[in-house]
T-cell receptor, first 115, second 114 residues
Framework: AQSVTQLDSQVPVFEEAPVELRCNYS??????LFWYVQYPNQGLQLLLK??????LVKGINGFEAEFNKSQTSFHLRKPSVHISDTAEYFC?????????????FGKGTKLTVNP | DAEITQSPRHKITETGRQVTLACHQT?????MFWYRQDLGHGLRLIHY???????NKGEVSDGYSVSRSNTEDLPLTLESAASSQTSVYFC?????????????FGPGTRLTVT
């Protein structure tokens, strides 16, 4: 079964600084990868996803992620963060074994952007 | 616009009571999921369904049940609420994940069991 590890539970940064949120997944077989964002007291919404093709994926709000098959990683980056980016970020990988159509989520990284 | 809704948004109940959380989606998605979110655990899958009359257990299904009588709804029932079931519950739906579709999440239900 698939598993996802988000290496940092909390990441504090200053406004306008760059940020990288790290995600590693367990399997090297063909996967779909997702990053979701959860703003306070809201549900999750999709930031970006990787299905195939270019390893650099661009999402909403200036975020991008790079798929690295050899390192089984899918790290999320933003070159300059805003206060409004303060939220919890979840990495997820598809689990498609045996006809299953589920997503396996990491435990989340709480990004706090300070002025 | 199509959407996914959950009700109630907040619920306080007593230990031992039966509680049902509603989830309704208007996208006509076959796949529906229930998760609970707890500090330090992220999102954990409770139950899921790939279509009408289909239900499957997730990783934390003990004490919970679901039924799927139509495409739009997947209610989650706590048979006898326990304090350990105090959590935030999210419902999600998706078209075929095998084709790369993402899951769409509802706004969540905050459940407190006293």
């Amino acid at each position: 079964a698939q598993s996802v590890t988000q290496l940092d539970s909390q990441v504090p940064v200053f406004e306008e600084a760059p940020v990288e949120l790290r995600c590693n997944y367990s399997s090297s077989v063909s996967v779909y990868l997702f990053w979701y964002v959860q703003y306070p007291n809201q549900g999750l919404q999709l930031l970006l996803k990787y299905l195939s093709g270019s390893t650099l994926v661009k999402g909403i709000n200036g975020f991008e992620a790079e798929f690295n098959k050899s390192q089984t990683s899918f790290h999320l980056r933003k070159p300059s963060v805003h206060i409004s980016d303060t939220a919890e970020y979840f990495c997820a990988v598809s689990d498609r074994q045996g006809g299953s159509e589920k997503l396996v989520f990491g435990k989340g990284t709480k990004l706090t952007v300070n002025p | 616009d199509a959407e996914i809704t959950q009700s109630p948004r907040h619920k306080i109940t007593e230990t031992g009571r039966q509680v049902t959380l509603a989830c309704h989606q208007t996208w006509n998605h076959n796949n529906m999921f229930w998760y609970r979110q707890d500090l330090g655990h992220g999102l954990r899958l409770i139950h899921y369904s790939y279509g009408v009359q289909d239900t499957n257990k997730g990783e934390v299904s003990d004490g919970y049940s679901v039924s799927r009588s139509n495409t739009e709804d997947l209610p989650l029932t706590l048979e006898s609420a326990a304090s350990s079931q105090t959590s935030v519950y999210f419902c999600a739906s998706s078209p075929r994940l095998a084709l790369g579709y993402e899951q769409y999440f509802g706004p969540g239900t905050r459940l407190t069991v006293t």
